[in-house]
């Protein structure tokens, strides 16, 4: 699990095909810190293993699902990415619940910079669209940030100065894939409606709320 506060951002030295995926050796600091193999570390939001480790970098595997499914497939060495290890009980907890499962992809539609940060709209598919709401948290690139606006292709972001520098917020263009992982309570409480909806092992009490939301119109 992770927050998506980003700790540092670290640089792809090497990119290798092995085993059905790809390897991928990232120099870093902050995220070596107490880190050891097995450990768990979100490179751009994909949760990761740290397979081996050197003086000054780690290396992970992405398997050829995780490629497939995420912005990694096309990273290149000299890429920046956003590092965080995983949060431990004792940590504080400021961005949101991110678990590191990227839902898919969008791509940078738009940046607009100004003297207070920049405005950044991101195009998604409808699959993840219907779980973005307007205030409502989202992770880019694996930083936790708050939706501003849906929009008719995604929706539109506000990035402050402070996360422009601190992560690689501050490289994307347009035409960029970012990895998106939407909110996880969206996906539960999708997950019971439709359990409820289609009257699986229903109770008397998720009857009356289904009734009431149909009622109200929501579903």
């Known amino acids: 699990m992770f927050t998506g506060l980003i700790e540092e951002i670290g640089e792809i030295a090497e990119v290798k095909s092995s085993g059905g995926g790809i390897t991928f050796t990232i120099i870093a600091d902050a995220a070596l810190e107490g880190t050891r193999i097995g450990d768990s570390i979100s490179i751009n939001g994909a949760c990761l293993t740290v397979t081996s480790l050197s003086d000054g970098s780690f290396t992970v595997f992405a398997s050829s699902v ?13 890429k920046r990415v956003n590092l965080e290890r995983a949060m431990t009980p004792a940590a ?28 950044v709209g991101i195009a998604v598919g409808h699959e993840l669209k219907k779980y973005i709401a307007g205030k409502g948290s989202v992770a880019v690139d694996g930083i936790s940030l708050t939706v501003v606006s849906v929009t008719p292709s995604g929706f539109f972001l506000y990035v402050i100065p402070e996360t422009l520098v601190s992560t690689v917020a501050a490289d994307w263009k347009p035409g960029d894939a970012v990895n998106v992982e939407v909110d996880i309570i969206a996906k539960y409480v999708e997950r019971m409606l439709s359990f409820m909806k289609g009257g699986g092992d229903i109770r008397s009490d998720d009857g009356r709320l289904m009734k009431k939301l149909a009622d109200e119109g929501f579903v």
């Open 92 to 119: 504080r907890f400021g961005g949101h619940f991110v678990q590191g499962h990227v839902d898919g992809t969008g791509k940078v539609e738009r940046v607009k910079r100004d003297s207070m940060g920049a405005g």
């Open 66 to 78: 995780t490629a497939s499914a995420t912005a990694l497939g096309s990273y290149a060495k000299g």
